[in-house]
């Protein structure tokens, strides 16, 4: 809240911020996501959760062929684990 003196009259502003969501990698290092993306709600932040990790995988799909997790840990702003995506895949052994 911000306090505005105008002609001796006190008058307060009142701003509506939406949450910050923080979506960060970890995967063989820890990549934080130290910037944030405000969004209006948590299910805004777990569709934006599946399209950032479906867009970072089609453009490094080799992350999780290797026996590799690739997992997006999402924050709220005092860094309170909301919910984890995680990607892993397995092989058959087809013979």
């Not at 003196?5 to 307060?12: F, P």
């Amino acid at each position: 809240m911000r306090e505005i003196t105008v002609n001796r009259l006190v008058r307060y502003e009142w701003r509506w911020t939406m949450p910050v969501f923080h979506f960060n990698l970890a995967n063989e290092e820890y990549s934080p996501d130290e910037e944030g993306t405000e969004l209006d709600s948590i299910e805004a932040a777990r569709v934006q959760a599946v399209v950032f990790a479906g867009s970072y995988l089609s453009h490094n799909p080799g992350l999780v062929w290797d026996g590799q997790r690739f997992e997006v840990q999402v924050t709220d702003e005092n860094e309170r684990m909301l919910f984890t995506i995680t990607v892993e895949t397995r092989e058959n052994n087809l013979s």
